[in-house]
């Protein structure tokens, strides 16, 4: 069964602090890897990765891919309050376009 | 990306009931979602929106309960019917291709079943 696995599934920080979000992943044909940040309804896109190794940045935010591992890691420095949201991984399939769901990583960052 | 609208943005509704929600894409896009967010849980893909054909439904959903329109590549609606309190949640379109180089979503519409 194909499945998206995030840990940790919450965290609380301070603001300054580093944060390393996981998402580990089993799905057949693999095509893309993404990354959404949702603060009240929607996602919003942060990344898509699809090639092992190389890192996405975006300010504070990175992104990188490690398919052999079958995983990914979002990187946040620097944490400000701004950040609190639950982080979204989402795996797409080549099959149908399909898109798999982790569970969410719901991030507190205290003043 | 695309820009995404969704109507209604919120919505408290009476029991038996049902809900049509509507989304707008500018642009036009190969495939078009229907996600639920059900309180503290993550996405669940309800449907795939499939121009000028019925659509694509995921185990556990069912056209009669979820009735979904797409009559063009730029448009589609999702009916939630008979509706009871479990349906209260958020409720995302999203849309992916044409334009567009990964999945974009809707701002969502919060509906509440009393």
């Known amino acids: 069964e194909d499945k998206v696995v995030q840990s940790p599934l919450s965290l609380v920080v301070h603001e300054g602090d580093t944060v390393t979000l996981n998402c580990s992943y089993e799905v057949t044909n693999f095509r893309s890897l993404l990354w959404y940040k949702q603060e009240k309804k929607a996602p919003t896109f942060l990344f898509m990765l699809t090639s092992s190794g190389i890192e996405k940045k975006s300010g504070r935010l990175s992104s990188i891919l490690d398919k052999k591992e079958l995983s990914s890691i979002l990187n946040i420095t620097a944490t400000q309050t701004g950040d609190s949201a639950i982080y979204l991984c989402?795996?797409?399939?080549?099959?149908?376009?399909?898109?798999?769901f982790g569970s969410g990583t719901k991030l507190n960052v205290k003043p | 990306s695309a820009v995404i609208s969704q109507k209604p943005s919120r919505d408290i509704c009476q029991r038996g009931t049902s809900l049509t929600i509507q989304c707008q894409v500018d642009?036009?896009?190969?495939?078009m979602f229907w996600y639920r967010q059900q309180p503290g849980q993550s996405l669940t893909l309800i449907a795939t929106a499939n121009q000028g054909s019925e659509a694509t439904y995921e185990s556990g959903f069912v056209i009669d309960k979820f009735p979904i329109s797409r009559p063009n590549l730029t448009f589609s609606t999702l009916t939630v019917s008979n509706m009871s309190p479990e349906d209260s949640s958020i409720y995302l379109c999203?849309?992916?291709?044409?334009?567009?180089?990964?999945?974009?979503f809707g701002p969502g519409t919060r509906l509440t079943v009393l």
């Open positions: 989402a795996v797409e399939a080549v099959d149908f376009n399909k898109f798999y």
């Open positions: 642009s036009q896009v190969t495939m």
């Open positions: 999203s849309v992916w291709g044409g334009g567009t180089d990964t999945q974009y």
